[in-house]
């Protein structure tokens, strides 16, 4: 009964800066990878950041230098800094297991706006 608690989602002025957070729970096991998709209105959900159990990232080129990605066993963060408005939308954390399957959160709000 594994399940993703998110948080840190909300509302910023450009340039500002969040940290949303994901953290596994009812699992004594470990994601092969982790991290963070995005969907914003209209728009098909994309790769934000992932890391492996290995400490090996994927980041999306839209979100370089200003992204950070990190990890502690079954908990991931996302620091999201100088952000855009195109950086809006609903941030959604996910989890490989081993057999490749996708556990996702429920989503965070991500609002950037003046």
């Known amino acids: 009964q594994v399940q993703f608690v998110e948080s840190g989602g909300g509302l910023v002025q450009p340039g500002g800066s969040l940290r949303l957070t994901c953290a596994a729970s009812g699992t004594n096991g470990n994601f092969a990878s982790m991290g963070w998709h995005r969907q914003a209105p209209g728009r098909q959900r994309e790769l934000v950041a992932t890391?492996?159990?290995?400490?090996r990232t994927n980041i999306a080129d839209s979100v370089k230098g200003r992204f950070t990605i990190s990890r502690d066993k079954n908990s991931v963060a996302l620091q999201m800094n100088s952000l855009k408005p195109e950086d809006a939308g609903v941030y959604y954390c996910i989890g490989l297991t081993g057999l490749g399957a996708p556990i996702w959160g429920q989503g965070t709000q991500v609002t950037v706006s003046s």
């Open positions: 890391v492996t159990d290995g400490g």
